[in-house]
């Protein structure tokens, strides 16, 4: 219980202390107000009720006719609260969706936590995009319709008790089952005991559902994240064929969510075997409990159903928990899914870097590079390195290793490892070999990641045609997906060189950017880059020499450092 409560204690703390705070406080406080105006309108339809079948009970036309429009205005005036409370709902629900969004998405992308948690084979979190576009969805409105109803429900239990105390002002008498005793307003002890042990029984059959729903977000995510990741692949799996392998995962993946689905109507059915029935004749019993004084002149008939409609409210604010006990065990799952994301985000987020970066005016340094496997076993040593600027390093190898690993130790994410990087610039430029490109156009990815208006438009046309994709200016390549799918592998690379030349760093690492080329458009673009780059430190990162630098000797070795002058 503490772990809940320390739970919701992080998530509330985040929706009410992002900006605009104090606004949603004020508008959560009206929402609370108007939905309060719900226990006016009841204790009102109560009072109503008597007066209502008391002209009936003495067949007053007029009096029928005026209480027939106060029934009017009692439902225009509280489907207006109605209205506005649900409008005023949404509106809050939305902004704490918002901050919960953006601190998941400000921690799932700080230093790189987002590599890290998918790098972690121990404490790694599934779908962490389930995570932040559902779970916060799911919290943010869970918790404004629960509390609110909770709060209102409170409120409203002392108005009706206060009701019911004064109607039910008589006693039943045990004497006809042989028991010498009267209970003094029974009506209200009655409810108490009714509604305790339907919520005991409640919690008793739907204590399973918590662990079964957070189990069905879990399969329901997998199964999407199949089929989005299988859409991101459509040539590579037309041209293997995969069709057929394709649909068995995604018939073990809905197999396994069809499997937890079961699991989940049966505990429900569970649930549902005595809420359902409860929730079916609570409006019922409460008349069959007030018989007793109707049958004993205690009461006439008008208030008979007076009372039977007060004993109705309390005892269906008493039941807010078995009503709502589904919806209870959806919101503590979300809040564990929701803050555990959280929680191992801060957790990752939190690594430091294990290359020292420093500025350096003029040029740059490689200073007892090492890398290291998750293991501790050395995989790559750099001698120390001095770079002027305008200088090319090629950094040459076999594949396996371990050139990418050196690429994301520079880049300051992979763990395992040490040295020191002076560069001029705080931030080195890193190209790999498969680049990310965003949604949106060509200038789009061209610009990423930073945005298309920071950038002359002729400026990135220039780089478009600089690197050959001169074809494809005007047209929208990316689609609402983002893949670029038209695009062939060496065009993609050919678009993340105008990156490159887009963005003119001091500093920048190309692991076999270039690969997909052929020698002659390698050549060619390697020439291009220098010319337009002619300050930039380059480190090109292969398996092959490029053949643009093909007249110098390069040495066989797994990593064979070489460096090549500006002025060559």
């Known amino acids: 219980m503490l772990t809940l409560f320390l739970q919701f204690k992080r998530l509330v703390t985040i929706c009410i202390s992002a900006p605009g705070g104090r606004i949603s406080l004020l508008l959560y406080g009206l929402a609370i107000a108007l939905n309060l105006g719900s226990v006016y309108a009841a204790v009102r339809l109560v009072q109503w009720t008597g007066e209502f079948y008391s002209a009936i009970e003495k067949v007053n036309g007029p009096e029928v006719l005026h209480q027939i429009g106060i029934f009017a205005l009692i439902i225009a005036a509280n489907s207006a609260r109605g209205l506005s409370y649900e409008y005023l709902r949404k509106v809050l629900e939305i902004r704490w969706r918002r901050a919960l969004t953006d601190h998941a998405i400000a921690l799932w992308t700080r230093n790189k936590a987002f590599w890290h948690m998918a790098a972690d084979p121990i404490d790694r979190i599934d779908n962490p995009d389930q995570r932040i576009a559902e779970d916060c969805r799911l919290f943010a409105r869970g918790l404004l319709v629960e509390t609110v109803d909770l709060i209102g429900e409170v409120v409203g239990l002392f108005s009706y008790l206060t009701v019911l105390w004064g109607l039910s002002n008589f006693a039943l008498s045990l004497a006809p089952i042989g028991i010498d005793f009267d209970i003094p307003r029974y009506m209200v002890w009655a409810a108490f005991l009714y509604v305790a042990i339907s919520s005991l029984i409640t919690h008793q059959l739907g204590r399973p559902l918590k662990g079964v729903l957070a189990e069905q977000q879990h399969r329901e995510a997998s199964f999407r994240f199949s089929m989005a990741r299988w859409r ?317 630098l093909h007249k110098l000797k390069i040495h066989d070795l797994d990593l064979q450092p070489t460096l090549f002058s500006a002025s060559r």
């Open 232 to 548: 991101t692949a459509f040539d590579e799996v037309a041209l293997s064929n995969g069709e057929e392998a394709e649909k068995r995962q995604f018939r073990q993946r809905f197999d396994d969510l069809a499997e937890n689905w079961r699991r989940l109507i049966r505990a429900e059915l569970v649930l549902g075997s005595f809420t359902f029935p409860f929730r079916h004749s609570v409006l019922r019993i409460p008349l069959f409990v007030a018989l007793p004084g109707y049958l004993t002149g205690h009461v006439a008939f008008g208030g008979l159903m007076q009372l039977s409609m007060a004993f109705s409210q309390v005892v269906t604010t008493l039941s807010w928990f078995i009503f709502s006990y589904r919806d209870l065990a959806e919101l503590v799952a979300t809040a564990s899914r929701l803050d555990g994301f959280l929680q191992a985000a801060e957790r990752h987020g939190s690594h430091k870097p294990v290359i020292a970066r420093s500025l350096q005016e003029h040029g740059g340094c490689l200073r007892q590079i090492e890398v290291m496997s998750s293991d501790g076993r050395t995989l790559l040593r750099l001698p120390d390195i001095t770079l002027a600027s305008g200088d090319t390093l090629l950094l040459r190898g076999r594949s396996g290793v371990g050139k990418t690993t050196l690429v994301k130790t520079l880049a300051g994410f992979w763990p395992h490892g040490s040295g020191n990087l002076a560069i001029p610039d705080s931030e080195p430029f890193f190209l790999p070999q498969k680049a990310y490109f965003p949604l949106g156009s060509l200038e789009d990815a061209a610009a990423y990641p930073a945005r298309i208006e920071n950038f002359d438009a002729d400026a990135v046309q220039s780089a478009l045609a600089d690197v050959g994709l001169t074809h494809l200016l005007g047209k929208e390549q990316a689609g609402s997906d983002g893949d670029l799918a038209r695009l062939s592998g060496g065009e993609l690379q050919r678009l993340a060189l105008a990156r490159l030349l887009l963005h003119r760093p001091s500093f920048a690492v190309l692991d076999e950017a270039t690969s997909s080329l052929d020698e002659a458009s390698e050549t060619a673009l390697l020439q291009t880059i220098r010319s337009r780059l002619p300050d930039t430190i380059l480190i090109l990162i292969a398996h092959r020499l490029p053949q643009s």
